[in-house]
């Protein structure tokens, strides 16, 4: 498989809107800070004057005169974020998309399509620099992890051999370890264990005794080179919808409009959802899952959204801010009605039609039912 890494996306695209900011120091202005403002992300000729995220911006000026301080526009980084999904999904159908510019696809059994799998991770970087102007380098392995390490040595392309993904690994420091959480590298750090050699001979058993044990086969085939994920599909299945929503800055549960985004998600499509599942992440990177029981389905748009609200509201009980949500929908042929309907349900059905047509009318303006602007969670 090969892992493709365009390294500071955002700055590359800043630079494409404006080529004077190439080869200059750039950061970006943190917007979580408006009184005190900090640093957000630095380039690496910023981090080569000193420089790192966090700092603040009159220490950051006096330290690096030359320094570009950029405002931050995620929505555009998204929109290219979707568009690599896009590029990928012409030379493969399986792939998954990990942090801002990094991908992992699966190149195996597209022999015949596209050559080796060499040549066709160079020509997959010389397309992406001539659609986008974007550089970017690749990593080859049967490896997940060695591939995402391979990547991330700024080379070209960096092949690692079958069989030597162990060897390649050894000497890589525990803190590369992708999706690996604070408290469980914390405790690494502590017992002295900060290289992938220094887990390697562990026995199952003991690093069961070291971090939850669902979790220690995988770690134990990360750092070993074992570990062989099984690839979704770049595009969603027929039949299927999958909205992401990461946001920027993090924000409280309660302060989150969870109840008006599910309900355009549900109103976009005339079909009713056969399945319903929310995930979401924490800036601590813990993932978090909720899937909508069978009843709750058969409910009116207006209702099953704000039982999701309801329920995402019921399991964020730690006040840490949220990160990134994902809804993923598995729809049906048509909108269910059951036989026998609630007084209220009847109401809300009568009400959807009169609904679409004032969006369909005023499509600036985003009609939303009353009791969403009780609970403030819509726009007034």
């Known amino acids: 498989m090969l892992a493709l890494w365009v390294p500071e996306l955002p700055f590359q695209l800043a630079c494409a809107r404006d080529p004077a900011l190439r080869e200059r120091p750039l950061a970006f202005l943190n917007p979580e800070c408006p009184r005190t403002p900090t640093l957000w992300f630095v380039n690496r000729l910023a981090r080569g004057e000193g420089l790192r995220p966090g700092d603040p911006l009159d220490k950051a000026l006096r330290a690096a005169p030359g320094l570009s301080v950029l405002d931050p526009a995620p929505q555009i ?21 990990g942090r801002l510019g990094e991908a992992l696809v699966e190149l195996r059994g597209l022999e015949r399509l596209s050559g080796p799998p060499r040549d066709t991770a160079l020509r997959m970087a010389g397309d992406l620099r001539g659609r986008y102007g974007w550089s970017s380098h690749g990593g080859l392995s049967a490896s997940a992890t060695a591939a995402h390490l391979a990547a991330h040595l700024e080379q070209r392309l960096e092949c690692v051999p079958e069989g030597f993904e162990a060897s390649f690994l050894a000497p890589q420091s525990l803190r590369r370890l992708p999706d690996l959480a604070p408290r469980i590298r914390t405790r690494f750090q502590r017992l002295g264990l900060r290289r992938f050699e220094d887990l390697q001979p562990m026995p199952l058993p003991v690093l069961c005794e070291l971090v939850p044990e669902r979790l220690a086969p995988t770690i134990l085939a990360q750092v070993r080179g074992e570990d062989r994920p099984r690839l979704p599909l770049l595009a969603d299945p027929p039949g299927s919808s999958r909205t992401p929503w990461r946001l920027d800055p993090p924000r409280l549960p309660e302060e989150l409009r969870l109840a008006a985004w599910c309900l355009g998600r549900l109103w976009e499509d005339a079909r009713s959802p056969r399945k319903l599942a929310l995930r979401w992440w924490d800036v601590d990177g813990e ?24 329920a995402f509201l019921g399991l964020c009980t730690r006040r840490i801010l949220v990160r990134e949500l994902e809804l993923r929908i598995h729809w049906g042929l048509g909108r269910v009605r059951p036989l026998f309907q609630e007084p209220r349900a009847q109401k809300l059905d009568r009400l959807e039609p009169a609904l679409a047509r004032l969006r369909t009318r005023y499509p600036g303006a985003p009609v939303q039912p009353g009791w969403l602007r009780k609970t403030g969670t819509a726009r007034p």
Request: hydrophobic fraction near 45%; proline fraction near 7%; avoid cysteine.
């Open 77 to 97: 980084w998204w929109e290219a974020q979707g568009s690599f999904a896009d590029f990928l999904q012409r030379w493969t159908p399986q792939g998954q998309l």
């Open 287 to 310: 993932p978090h899952f909720w899937k909508a029981a069978g009843e709750l389905l058969l409910q009116s748009p207006l209702e099953l959204a704000r039982a999701v609200e309801g």
